[in-house]
């Protein structure tokens, strides 16, 4: 099960990762976006870690205060979670 969940986390933060990667590409490319609903959704659904990095690494979405703590509240939150599961399941 853990193994799993470890590769799902690991595909969605990929999938987040390139997202915010080819986003900032179109932004620069004055292309279509993807819209920061489905950004946010991405790292919502598993990928915060990818969505982090994302935005560190192609500095993008930093100047927005919705990504600024939005994506690091959603981390921390599924951190906790998964604390919670990992202590409930081992005691």
Same mark, same amino acid.
């Given at each position: 099960?853990? !193994?799993?969940?470890?590769?799902?986390? #690991?595909?969605?933060?990929? @999938?987040? $990762?390139?997202?915010?990667?080819?986003?900032?590409? /179109?932004?620069?490319?004055?292309?279509?976006?993807?819209?920061?609903?489905?950004?946010?959704?991405?790292? !919502?659904?598993?990928?915060?870690?990818? #969505?982090?990095?994302?935005? @560190?690494? $192609?500095?993008?979405?930093?100047?927005?205060?919705? /990504?600024?703590?939005?994506?690091?509240?959603?981390?921390?939150?599924?951190?906790?979670?998964?604390?919670?599961?990992?202590?409930?399941?081992?005691?």
């Amino acid at each position: 099960m853990l !193994l799993y969940f470890s590769c799902y986390v #690991a595909v969605m933060s990929v @999938i987040a $990762f390139l997202m915010y990667g080819a986003d900032k590409m /179109f932004a620069v490319k004055d292309m279509r976006r993807i819209s920061e609903a489905v950004l946010l959704l991405i790292a !919502l659904v598993g990928g915060s870690i990818g #969505a982090l990095l994302g935005m @560190i690494v $192609f500095r993008h979405k930093t100047r927005h205060l919705k /990504f600024q703590i939005g994506v690091p509240v959603i981390l921390l939150c599924q951190l906790i979670a998964v604390g919670y599961i990992w202590i409930q399941l081992n005691s």
